[in-house]
Each structure stands twice: as C-alpha cells, then as structure tokens.
C-alpha cells in the first residue's frame, strides 16, 4: 500500500507533516512522489491564503475523478478554517483536525467523514490534545534542517489572521520534551534547527509559573549547544513585535549556536493601519524593537512580514510602510497582497483596493526591498562567512547554502559531499539578495 501527501502553507505545516508521515508509515503505508500510484491521498492544508486553498479544491478534483479507475481513500487535515471545513467535508472522505491524527487508523477503518463537528475546547483540554500529536514521531523535511514545534495556537487575534480560528489558542510544548529534541537531532547530525510556533516569544506564559520563559528556553539550548562542541544553528520563528523583550536578544548574542538571525514581522508601517489589524504596537513601538535588535546583536539580518492593500489603506498609509522598508534596511521582506479569510475579522468589512492597485503597490515595495538589501550583500564582498551548503546552484558548477543570517551565496564546486556541511566562503560579488563567493580551505 502507498501513500502521497501534499504539504501547503508555512513551516509549522511541513513540520506537522512528519508526524503524519510517520504515523502513517507505522500503518503500513510507503510514501510514493507519484499520486497515480498511491492507494492513500492526503493534503495538509492551509486556509491563511486563499490561494492555498484554491490549489486544495483542483487537487480533489483530479483525484476524484481517479476514484471511478481505481479505489482510493482521500483526507484532509491541517489549518482549515470553519467554512472550508464544511464545504471539503462534500468532497474528501476524511477531514479531522490535525490533534486528532492519532484517531486515522479507526478513521482510515471505517471510511468516515470525520470533523463534521467542532467543539470549542479549553486550552487545558488542547494542550492535553497537543501533547499527544508532540509524542508522536516527527520526520524532517531533509538531512541537515530540521523543524522543532514549541507552540500551537494564538491569542493575538489580528483582525486579518485565521490562525486562531483554525489552531485555537496558544499552547506550550513542554521544554524537556523541546531540548530532548534539540538534542537528538544534534546527535543525528542536523545542522540547522528551527523553532516554530505562531508567536514563539510568548512561549511559556500559558503555564506561567509552570514552565519556562522563551528566553530561559533559549538559555538552555544555548548551555546545550557549548557543552556538545556540535556546530549547529537554532533560530526561532516567528516572534510578535509587542512581546519581543531584551532578554531574549540578550541570550541569542551569549551563545554561539543561537543564530544571529531575527523574523520579526511588522505587517504595515503606518499606525492606523496597525491599529486596524489589531497588531497592539505602533510604530515607536516596533522601531524600540530593531533598535535594540541592531545594539544587542549587531551582525543580525532582519527579515519581515508585510501585507498591501490592506482594507482602507490609503496611498499615504502604503507610503508609510515604504518609510519603513527604508528605515529598518531589512535583509529580507515576506511581502503578501491581502485577502479576506472567511472568519476573520476583517473579512465583514469591505476589501476596498482593487487587485491591480494591491499588485502596483506589491511591486513597488518589492523595488524598495531591493534597494536596501543589496546595502547589506555589497557590504559582504571581500569578507569571509560561515556557510552550510545546502544544494546545487541554478548555475551549473556550483553550490549554494546559506549564511548565519540566512542570506543565500554560492561558490564554484561540483562536491556533492560538501552538501549539508558547513564551509568557509570569500565574498567576491553581490547582487539584490544573494552572493557568491571562493571556498576557502
């Protein structure tokens, strides 16, 4: 028997996407690459964009269609939003939500349409659900990266976010269960380790008094980083501007294996626009942030979320946002024009930009974001950097990896042994966003 999974959405997706491959697998399941060959068809969705999930609705259809040449089970799981909920339950032979993954064996059993019914549950009654999703075994997307989940759920509640409608509010994992984590994907040689969760600097502060801070959390991989003389990288995202606090800065700059490297999203330079997506900072705010970022950690990138055309945004609430992109000179930003998610707030009020005007103002800021990360590659010619290669350059003859700060440089090389190790790489010419480089013995 074989299964094939589609994975759509963000890296706490991918990462969940290992569980369910491997609990899969001890049901006796092999994974194939090729849907025509799969006995088992799943997706793990995500409802945050609607393009996501417009690629959901194509892909049953086409499997669907498969079912009158030959027998074939489909499921659902993932971030599913209410109303996408109801109307896949007509189309997939299984949608349950991903705490209930250890139910897909009875499932799988009786071909149920399982989720017709959501329950509001406490955050005792989801951390209790959570818990046992986190025992289960997790796969990692590659050799070298690895994906660790710490937190599930938000409770900011931004009025353009499904987040906390399709994974409810937020949860801890238990830090003995992260570190001991950490820890065997170190010993199983993984170089590069993230932590995930919807807003990772809150960490803890559901079991206050119960559990450690983000920063004590931090600490203690830190500690575990210098005693096992590993190289290895640990970076977490993502983080909210309104929680983010010198201490954790503080305890990224004390320890070698805390990657100097910081998400933090800001979604909109202009305060109106802020206060109408309920960010609970404003710009002040925001700007103390990548201030004490540039101070405690000084060889940082910085890396952002922003969305355009937001509802209302005016042409000088955008001109604000390009004031911004300007003033934080953000190594890379994760731009996205905006689009109502039945469920979320914003979705009962008028979506007022027009595309073409929401397209015009994305590659505006694109052009801007150009102009200030290439300040930062240029100034990496002639230095040496650290580099984990990890594939093969576009360019024939060469690999490609990524810096400590995540920005992309490729040298001349055709020794695939090298990929998932890391090098030491000359700087000899820049462009927008990337580098390339002589290896260095």
């Given at each position: 028997m074989k299964y094939h999974l589609v994975t759509l959405g963000c890296q706490m997706n991918i990462s969940d996407s290992g569980r369910v491959k491997s609990y899969i697998e001890k049901l006796g399941y092999s994974f194939t690459?090729?849907?025509?060959?799969?006995?088992?068809?799943?997706?793990?969705?995500?409802?945050?964009?609607?393009?996501?999930?417009?690629?959901?609705?194509?892909?049953?259809?086409?499997?669907?269609?498969?079912?009158?040449?030959?027998?074939?089970?489909?499921?659902?799981?993932?971030?599913?939003?209410?109303?996408?909920?109801?109307?896949?339950?007509?189309?997939?032979?299984?949608?349950?939500?991903?705490?209930?993954?250890?139910?897909?064996?009875?499932m799988l059993s009786e071909k149920i349409h399982e989720g017709t019914y959501y329950p509001?549950?406490?955050?005792?009654?989801?951390?209790?659900?959570?818990?046992?999703?986190?025992?289960?075994?997790?796969?990692?997307?590659?050799?070298?990266?690895?994906?660790?989940?710490?937190?599930?759920?938000?409770?900011?509640?931004?009025?353009?976010?499904?987040?906390?409608?399709?994974?409810?509010?937020?949860v801890?994992?238990?830090?003995?269960?992260?570190?001991?984590?950490?820890?065997?994907?170190?010993?199983?040689?993984?170089?590069?380790?993230?932590?995930?969760?919807?807003?990772?600097?809150?960490?803890?502060?559901?079991?206050?008094?119960?559990?450690?801070?983000?920063?004590?959390?931090?600490?203690?991989?830190?500690?575990?980083?210098?005693?096992?003389?590993?190289?290895?990288?640990?970076?977490?995202?993502?983080?909210?501007?309104?929680?983010?606090?010198?201490?954790?800065?503080?305890?990224?700059?004390?320890?070698?294996?805390?990657?100097?490297?910081?998400?933090i999203p800001i979604q909109s330079g202009d305060n109106e626009v802020l206060q109408r997506m309920n960010r609970k900072y404003d710009i002040d705010r925001y700007r103390s942030v990548i201030n004490s970022i540039r101070r405690i950690l000084p060889t940082a990138t910085i890396f952002t979320d922003i969305i355009v055309g937001f509802t209302g945004e005016t042409l000088e609430e955008f001109s604000n946002t390009r004031k911004a992109m300007m003033e934080f000179k953000y190594n890379m930003a994760f731009i996205a024009m905006y689009s109502p998610r039945p469920g979320a707030k914003s979705s009962e009020w008028v979506d007022d930009i027009p595309k073409d005007e929401k397209s015009r103002r994305y590659a505006v800021l694109s052009e801007d974001l150009k102009a200030v990360s290439s300040q930062y590659t240029a100034q990496m010619v002639g230095k040496d950097f650290r580099i984990l290669v990890n594939g093969h350059d576009r360019l024939e003859g060469y690999l490609s990896g990524l810096t400590e700060g995540k920005i992309a440089v490729r040298f001349k090389s055709q020794n695939e042994n090298l990929i998932g190790s890391f090098v030491n790489v000359k700087i000899t010419k820049s462009s927008d966003f990337s580098a390339e480089g002589e290896m260095i013995n």
């Open positions: 690459d090729n849907p025509h060959e799969a006995d088992l068809l799943g997706v793990i969705a995500c409802s945050v964009r609607q393009k996501a999930i417009d690629k959901v609705y194509n892909l049953i259809a086409v499997w669907n269609r498969q079912k009158k040449d030959r027998p074939l089970t489909t499921f659902l799981t993932g971030c599913i939003l209410p109303d996408d909920r109801e109307k896949f339950l007509k189309t997939f032979d299984m949608v349950f939500d991903m705490r209930d993954l250890t139910k897909f064996a009875e509001k549950l406490s955050r005792e009654e989801q951390a209790y659900q959570m818990d046992y999703f986190w025992k289960l075994e997790g796969r990692q997307p590659d050799k070298f990266e690895a994906f660790v989940p710490i937190q599930n759920g938000c409770d900011k509640f931004c009025t353009y976010c499904a987040v906390p409608y399709t994974r409810g509010r937020e801890s994992r238990s830090s003995s269960e992260i570190v001991e984590e950490v820890k065997c994907l170190v010993n199983a040689g993984f170089k590069s380790i993230t932590l995930l969760g919807q807003n990772v600097n809150s960490y803890g502060l559901d079991k206050k008094g119960k559990e450690l801070t983000f920063a004590q959390l931090l600490d203690l991989i830190g500690r575990y980083g210098d005693e096992s003389g590993k190289e290895f990288f640990v970076y977490f995202t993502s983080p909210h501007p309104r929680d983010m606090t010198d201490d954790v800065l503080e305890t990224v700059a004390k320890y070698r294996c805390l990657g100097k490297w910081i998400h």
